[in-house]
C-alpha cells in the first residue's frame, strides 16, 4: 500500500491526471507493456476503499477485470516532448497575435522571457527541468535544423562574394576574442580583492572560448528582424556559421591543456595541425554528403512520396558523421546544404522542393524557438555562483574586445574589399556579436575537474542575457539612428539577373585569357564541369 | 591496456571504422561529452607502438593534443535510425527501378526478403537486431504516422457511405474470429499427438486475438497495387483501422483472463463496458483534439513557417494521449485526422496545405517501409519453438474462419446495403485479410508467465508470412482471375460532383419533411452547424 500511495504523490506532482481519481476501479496492465514488470508504470490502484462504492464493481477488493487503466512512463518521452514543442509554438503564435511587441522587443528576448517564467514556475513546484541544453540533446538534434535551415536559405551569390571577409573574421576574430578576452581575465584574476585567484590561465583562455562563440541563432533572429544591408548581414552569418570550427578546436585544446601539467612545443602544432582537420575534415565530409544526395535525387523520380527525406537525411549523415570525428560539424551540414541545394532542386518535383523548403524552415524555426525558450528555463534551474568583480569583467572584455577586433580587422581587410566597411557597418558587427545557445551547451559540457565551472556557467548566462535583452533590444533603434545602410536584397529583376550573370562569365573569360584564376574563374567552371559531366550522365 | 583491446574489438565488430586503424595518435576527448567520465566512449588509443612511427608525433607514448578523435557512442542512437531509414529508402527505390518485379510481387513481400536477408547476416556476425518490434517503439514512433496517412487520405464519402458494413466487420468480424479461432485451437490441444495439452482455453484465445488483428499496413498496400473496387477496398480499410479496439480489447481481457483462477460474471460486464471506453474513448478524444487543431489554425496566419507542425503535433498527441489511459489508439488518432482535415485545409496556406500531405505521405510510407523490413530481420533473429501440428492448424484456422466470417456476415449485412456484397467482393475480403506487424508487436508484449510464448511467437511469424506471401502474391492474379470489380475512383468530373451534392441535400431535405433522420441528415447538417459557428467567429 505504499507503493501506492508514493505511485499517487508523483501522479500528482506532475500536475496533471488529477480527475483520475474520481474513477474507482483502476487497476494495472496495459498494451504493449509487460505486467509483470513491476518497476516503470504509474500505476494507479484506489488509495482508499470508500464504503459507499459503486454498486457496478461489488468486489472491487479482489482484482476484477480493468475498465480504465494508465501508464504515463510508457509514452512519456514523446508525450513531454510534443507538449513542451506546442507549448513553443504556441508562444509563437502568440507573439505575432500581438505584432506591437515584436517591433520593439526581439523575439528570442520574449522568448527567454517565458523560458524564465516557466523555469520559475518549475523551480517552485520543484520540477525537475528537461535536460536539453545541458546535455548531448543540444548538439545532435536542436542544432542541425537551425544550421540546416540557416544554410540552405543562405543567399549563395552574396556569400561566395565575401568568403574572404566571412572566413577572416571567422577565424582570426575568434582567436582574437579569446586569447584578448582570456589574457585579460587572467590579469583580473591576480587582483587578490575579487577573490578569484585560484583560476589559472589554462581555465580563463577555456572560458573565454567559450564566450567568443557568436551564436547564429541569436544574431540572425536579430538581423532578420532588424533588415541590415546585405554585406553586413552575410558577413555576420557567415562568421556565426564558420566560427564554430575555431571554437571547437580552441575548446578541447584549452579543455586538454587545463588538465595537462606543462604545455610542449608538439602541442601547438598538434593544434594547428587538428585546426586544419576540423576545418576542412568538415568540409569533406559536407561536399562528399552533398555530392552523394544530388546524384541520389536523380534516381527518386518513382518514388516522389520519400524524396524530401534524402535531404534531411544525408544532411543529418553529414552532421553526425563529423559530429562522430569530433570535426566541424556545423561546417559539414552546411558544406553539404551548399553543394546538394543546386542539384536537388533541378531534380526533385515541384511538390517535393516545397516541402524540402518548408520541412527545413519549419524544423530550423521550431529548435530556435525551443532553444530560446529552455534557456530561459535552464538559467532559472541551475546552482549559480555570482562574483560580482568576475562576471562585470567578463562583460566588459567580451564587449570591448569584440569592439577592438572588429576594428582592427575591417582595417586589415578594408583595403582587398571591393565595397569597404564603413565606421557604421563597423558598429553594426561589433554591436551584433551576440552570444547564445552554443556558449551555454558549451560551458555546461566543462569537466567537472574545473574548480569554478559554477561561476563560468553563471558568468556565461550573464553575457548571454546581457548580449541578448541590452544589445538585442537596443541594435534596431541604434541602426535606425546611426541610419547603417539597410537591405537591399528583393530587388533583383530578371533584367538585373541576365546582366549581372553575363557580367560575371565576361570577366571569367577575361581572367581565362589574362591567366589569372580568381573566385570567378571557380564559380564559372566547377559547376558547368559538373552539370555537363550530370547532363552526359542524363543522356 | 585491456581496455583498448576490447574496445577496439568492438569497433571492430560493428563493421565500419576500419579505416581509422591507419591513424596513429588517436586520443580521447570529445566537444559535448565530459571527457572524465569513464564509460560510455567508443574510445581508440593506439593499440601498439610502432618502432618506426611517424615523426610528427615523436612522444606518443605521452597524451599529446590530440589530432583525431572519435566517439561512437555519443551519436549512435540518431546515426543508426539514419542509416536503416536510408537502407529501407534505397531498397524502395531499387524496387521502382526495376519496376517489373514489383508487378508481380507486392513490395511488402519484397521488403520482408529484403529484411530476410539483412536479418541473416546480422545473425551470422552476430550482431544485435534493432528492438523496434518487440517494444514499444512499434507502437509509440511507427504506427501513429502510419495511420495518420491512412486516416488523412481516407475517401471521406465512401467511408461515411459504409460506416455500418466497417463497423459490422470490424466488432462483430474480430469477435468472430478470436473466438472461432481460439476454441478450435483449444480443440486442438486436447489431441495427445501434438504435445500442446498445456496450452489452455485462455491463452489460445489470447493468441487467437492476436492473430485476428487484420492489418492496415499489409492489407492496404496489396490493396492500393491491384486497386480494387472502390466499396471493396474501403470495407477492408475501415475494418483494419477499427478492429484496433477490439483487439485491444480482447488481448488485454485475455491477457487479465489468462492470469486469474477464476471468471466471475462481473468480469464478463466489465469487458463489454471497457469495450465501450475504449472505443468511445478514442473516438472522443480524437473529436477533442481534431476540434482544437482546426481552431488552433484559424491563429496561424502570420506563423506560416510552423503551420504544419500542428497537424502532426495534434494527431500525436490524440494518439499518445489515447496510449496513456490504454484506449484505442488508433481510433483516436483517425477520428483526429477525419475531424480536422476538412478545417484544417480551408485555413492553412497553399504551401502548408503541400508540406502537410507530403509529409504525412512521406512518414507514413517510411515507417510501412521499416516495418516490413524489421519483421524480416526480426524473423531471422528469434528463438524460435516449431510444433507441426499446432501450426499448421493455426494457418488452416485463421484461412477457414476468416472464409467463413465474411461469408455470414455478408449475407446478413447485405439487405441492409445499396450495393450488397456478390460473390466475387466476399472473396476479396475473405482473401484480403492479410496479418501483419500489429500481430508480430502484439505478440511480443506477451507476458513471460505465459508457458508456450515461443510457440506463439512462431506462430505468429507463420501466420504473417504465410499471408502476406502466398495471399498477397497470389491476390492480384485471383482477383484478376475472377474479374472483382476494379476501381471506380477518380472518375468524378464536376458536373458529377456538382448532382452528387444536389441529390445529397435534396435527400436530406426529404428526410427533414419526412422526419426521419438518418445519415444524410447528418452530413448535411452537422459541418453546416460547425462551418457557421466558424464563419460567425471570423467576423
Redesign the interface.
Known sequence: MDLCTMDLRITRQRGFLLFIFTCS?LLH????????KPTGGVTILPPIKPDNGPQ????AEK??????????S??QI??EI??W??LA?FA??GF??Y?KITVWVPESCLLITIGLIVGGIMHSVHEEPPAVLRS?VF???MLPPIVLDSAYFMPTRPFFENIGTVLWFAVVGTLWNSIGIGMSLYAICQIEAFGVQDINLQENLLFATIISAVDPVAVLSVFEDVSVNEQLYIVVFGECLFNDAVT?VL???F???A??PVV?P??V???V??FF?VGFGGMGFGILFGFTAAF?TR??S??R??????IF?YS??AY??A????ISSIMAIVTCALTMKYYVEENVSQ??C??IR??V??LG??AE?LIFFFLGVVTITTDHEWNWGYILFTLLFAFVWRGLGVLVLTQIINPFRTIPFNFKDQFGLAYGGLRGAISF??VF?????IGRKQLFVTATIAVILFTVFLQGISIRPLIEFINVRRTNRNLDTINVEIHCRIMDHTIAGIEDLCGQWSHFYWKDNVPVVIASYHDAQRK
Open positions: 476501479s496492465g496495459s498494451r504493449g507493456e509487460i505486467p509483470s457496478a464493481f461489488p468486489d482484482e476484477n477485470m480493468p475498465v480504465f487503466t494508465m501508464n504515463y510508457r509514452i514523446p508525450f510534443t507538449l514543442v506546442l509554438s509563437k503564435i505575432h497575435v505584432k548531448n548538439f545532435l538534434y571547437v575548446y578541447n585544446m579543455n586538454f591543456v588538465e595537462m610542449e608538439v602541442d602544432f598538434l593544434g595541425a587538428r582537420v541520389t534516381f527518386t518513382r518514388v512520396e520519400i524524396e524530401p527525406l534524402f537525411m543529418y549523415l553526425l558523421v559530429e562522430l570525428f569530433s511538390r517535393s516545397t516541402t518548408h520541412v524552415k519549419m524555426s521550431i524557438t551547451a558549451l559540457t566543462l569537466p567537472d575537474s
